[in-house]
């Protein structure tokens, strides 16, 4: 049963246009989401987050966007940089959960 | 500062063969976790330590164990590694008591091959 889900493995985007990398989740109690970013044989590191009593948060050239009814959220990267190639994850948790679910990633590749 | 480390960094084992997987941080903190990484599957949880000498079981706990040695290191261990825990493991801290809220900071990763 996969709670969060990134529906699309992988993405391909020209430099210094917009990528929008989407995932979707279908607990309802899920109440606080983040991006994590990973490169090859690294670990994944906190990209940018947001609480389910805000629809957008946003940093640099990151923002992420959340629609509850559609139990829906995405991550905006404007614009697009050839070092923002990287797997992307989104992950969710529940209020008060030690746990934080993941999807399944997306791989994003920037190309000049 | 290294943040978290994890050796080793790649291991191959026998089915049936046990091993102990390292984790430290050096950023005094409290909780730390042990996942892992499966193709199509995204990080799942293994086990977690909310504080020093306290441990809990995560989403796919079965096979494994794990021991919070002190604040600075978790360990994870594979009594009888099966071909179906060939995997990347990542250990991750935070800072506090383990809301998901803050940030977790991953090692590098260990890549385990289990024939």
């Known amino acids: 049963d996969q709670q969060v889900k990134q529906n699309s493995p992988s993405l391909s985007v020209q430099e210094g246009r917009i990528s929008i990398l989407n995932c979707d989740y279908t607990n309802s109690m899920f109440d606080y989401f983040l991006w994590y970013k990973k490169y090859p044989a690294e670990g994944p590191t906190f990209l940018i987050s947001?609480?389910?009593?805000?629809d957008k948060n946003e940093d640099g050239r990151f923002t992420v966007f959340l629609n509850k009814s559609a139990k829906h959220l995405s991550l905006h990267i404007v614009p697009s940089q050839p070092g923002d190639s990287a797997v992307y994850f989104c992950a969710a948790s529940v209020r008060g959960a030690q746990k934080l679910v993941f999807g399944q990633g997306t791989r994003l590749t920037i190309n000049p | 500062n290294a943040g978290v480390t994890q050796t080793p960094k790649f291991q191959v084992l026998k089915t049936g063969q046990s091993m102990t997987l390292q984790c430290a941080q050096d950023?005094?903190?409290?909780?730390m976790y042990w996942y892992r990484q499966d193709p199509g599957m995204g990080l799942r949880l293994i086990y977690y330590?909310?504080?020093?000498?306290?441990?809990d079981k995560g989403e796919v706990p079965n096979g494994y164990n794990v021991s919070r040695l002190n604040k600075r290191e978790f360990s994870l261990r594979l009594e009888s590694a099966a071909p179906s825990q060939t995997s990347v493991y990542f250990c991750?801290?935070?800072?506090?008591?383990?809301?998901?809220?803050?940030?977790?900071?991953f090692g590098p990763g260990t890549r385990l091959l289990v024939l």
């Open positions: 950023m005094n903190h409290n909780s």
């Open positions: 947001i609480s389910s009593i805000k």
């Open positions: 991750a801290s935070s800072e506090g008591r383990g809301t998901p809220r803050e940030t977790q900071y």
């Open positions: 330590s909310a504080s020093e000498g306290t441990t």
